[in-house]
């Protein structure tokens, strides 16, 4: 109590808080349904099954068109004279060599553009479909990047003209049977997840227990846990960062 006048100490500093408070209570509110609109964001598809099925039509093009020109310009069956108006001055090893860059240059711009893709559905919350897909996605590339260094192994090698055409169209037909599967299953998890339009994963009530778990379960390893949590924690940064970003916008307009 104070001496002087036997009231509590704090009063003028509570009364100055309540004044406070009461200048905030009257400034410009926004209502529940912008903030709705704000948190709530509508759910958007991965668009990159088109790519990869456009991308799967032209391997097996490329495979079939050099199987083509490996029979018609270096085994010489059939008409020489096609492969030679086709292809001119070029010998056939070269040009299935130059495919196999540009199919490997699509592969690589797919890549860019799919990592892309699912940094924004990261960004959305799906981290679990993130997770999923962090490994798959760079397959495709790594197939072909090892199918390149046989390729040129083979080339380098001094091999008779029929034993280096029947290698490099093993190693391509080799190339193809490992990269079409991959592809088709990386396409059919995308289809699936684009269908069934899910919430994302921190909006979900058991998808945010098992990435906001703490501790060790039965099967789990540090590696798991820890990387679960950089992603939630990563995720809720800029989600608050774009949050707050809106809510002054939105103050802003009112």
């Known amino acids: 109590l104070n001496q002087e006048s ?3 100490a704090g009063t003028s500093a509570d009364l100055s808080r309540s004044l406070d408070e009461d200048s905030m209570v009257d400034g410009p509110l926004i209502s529940t349904g912008a903030l709705h609109s704000v948190i709530r964001t509508e759910f958007q598809p991965v668009p990159t099954a088109c790519q990869a099925c456009l991308l799967s039509v032209l391997h097996v093009t490329y495979v079939v068109l050099s199987v083509c020109v490996a029979v018609l310009c ?3 069956f059939g008409q020489v004279d096609v492969c030679e108006s086709i292809l001119g001055n070029v010998e056939g090893d070269s040009a299935i060599l130059f495919g196999k860059v540009c199919l490997w240059v699509l592969e690589l711009l797919f890549t860019a553009y799919v990592q892309q893709q699912h940094s924004k559905a990261r960004s959305r919350g799906y981290l679990q ?3 999923e897909m962090q490994g798959l996605k760079y397959l495709q590339l790594n197939i072909h990047s090892a199918g390149n260094a046989l390729l040129v192994v083979v ?3 001094r091999l008779s003209t029929t034993v280096r055409t029947y290698m ?4 391509l037909g080799l190339e193809l049977l490992f990269s079409l599967p991959c592809l088709f299953y990386y396409t059919v998890k995308v289809i699936q997840f684009n269908r069934e339009r899910a919430a994302a994963d921190v909006s979900q ?6 990435l906001t778990e703490t501790g060790f379960r039965e099967g789990s390893s540090l590696e798991e846990v820890v990387e679960k949590q950089a992603d939630l924690i990563e995720y809720l940064k ?3 960062t774009l949050l707050s970003k809106r809510l002054l916008n939105l103050t802003a307009q009112q």
Request: glycine share 8%.
């Open 168 to 171: 490099v169209l093993s190693i």
């Open 129 to 131: 479909f993130y997770r």
């Open 238 to 240: 800029q989600h608050n």
């Open 205 to 210: 009530g058991e998808h945010s227990q098992i």
């Open 6 to 8: 036997g009231r509590p």
């Open 74 to 76: 270096e085994l010489k």
């Open 155 to 157: 080339l380098a090698a």
